[in-house]
Nanobody
Framework: QLQLVESGGGLVQPGESLRLSCAAS????????MGWYRQAPGKQRELVAT???????NYVDSVKGRFTISRDNAKNMVYLQMNSLKPEDTAVYYC???????????????WGKGTLVTVSS
């Protein structure tokens, strides 16, 4: 069974940093785009950042210059380094990936269960 498992969330003060990790496990042939989304209380889930298998990245404007997405293709992992955190970054952060499980299967989209990031003094 394929799983995306996030880790690294927690409670931090404004201005501090956190690093989120997401590991994809199970039968995997290839992973295309990997990304992070977040959902704050009472709000819709929004894209935070994405990264292609070739390393091209995309960020939502509100995190540009503060967050960095990266991945380790050999380990099927994606990371989100979050610096200068603000209270408005408080949300559940979800890992997302487009995965081809076998050579004969289509690319499907998968989600992790999320990790909570709370930024508060």
């Amino acid at each position: 069974q394929l799983q995306l498992v996030e880790s690294g969330g927690g409670l931090v003060q404004p201005g501090e940093s956190l690093r989120l990790s997401c590991a994809a496990s199970g039968s995997i042939f290839s992973i295309n785009v990997m990304g992070w989304y977040r959902q704050a209380p009472g709000k819709q889930r929004e894209l935070v950042a994405t990264i292609t298998s070739g390393g091209s990245t995309n960020y939502v404007d509100s995190v540009k210059g503060r967050f960095t997405i990266s991945r380790d293709n050999a380990k099927n992992m994606v990371y989100l380094q979050m610096n200068s955190l603000k209270p408005e970054d408080t949300a559940v952060y979800y890992c997302n990936a487009d995965i081809k499980r076998y050579t004969w299967t289509a690319v499907l989209n998968y989600w992790g269960k999320g990790t909570l990031v709370t930024v508060s003094s």
